[in-house]
């Protein structure tokens, strides 16, 4: 049975940092590309970026891109993806979902919504 399981959320004050993990067991994970997505309050989940298992193939979303707050790794040997969120703000506010999807075509999977397993997500509160 696949399990792709979140942790690492919780309340914080604007500016501070989180790193947030996804964990997944029952896969074989390095055939696996993993992003993550959020929905913050009333909104529609959103791509936060992805990233594939080979050097270079993280992406992120062109926003979060541009801020540069944001760092997603991956660490094999442990089957998990990091999402290291620094300097942040109330908007980013929300629950954060991991998914997992085969590695063949990943990146248009990923804009498509299309993961193949998801975890339950981790809930991030950002507020003073």
């Known amino acids: 049975q696949v399990q792709l399981v979140e942790s690492g959320g919780g309340l914080v004050q604007p500016g501070e940092s989180l790193r947030l993990s996804c964990t997944a067991s029952?896969?074989?994970?390095?055939?696996?590309?993993i992003a993550w997505y959020r929905r913050a309050p009333g909104k529609e989940r959103e791509g936060v970026g992805c990233?594939?298992?080979?050097?270079?193939?993280?992406?992120?979303a062109r926003s979060l891109e541009l801020e540069g707050r944001f760092t997603i790794s991956r660490d094999n040997a442990k089957n998990t993806v990091y999402l290291q969120m620094n300097s942040l703000k109330p908007e980013d506010t929300g629950v954060y979902y991991c998914?997992?999807?085969?590695?063949?075509?990943?990146?248009?999977?990923?804009?498509?919504?299309?993961?193949?397993?998801w975890g339950k997500g981790t809930r991030v509160n950002v507020s003073s």
């Open positions: 998914g997992a999807v085969e590695h063949l075509g990943y990146l248009a999977k990923y804009y498509d919504f299309s993961m193949d397993y």
């Open positions: 990233v594939g298992n080979a050097p270079h193939s993280t992406y992120y």
């Open positions: 029952g896969l074989s994970f390095g055939d696996y590309a």
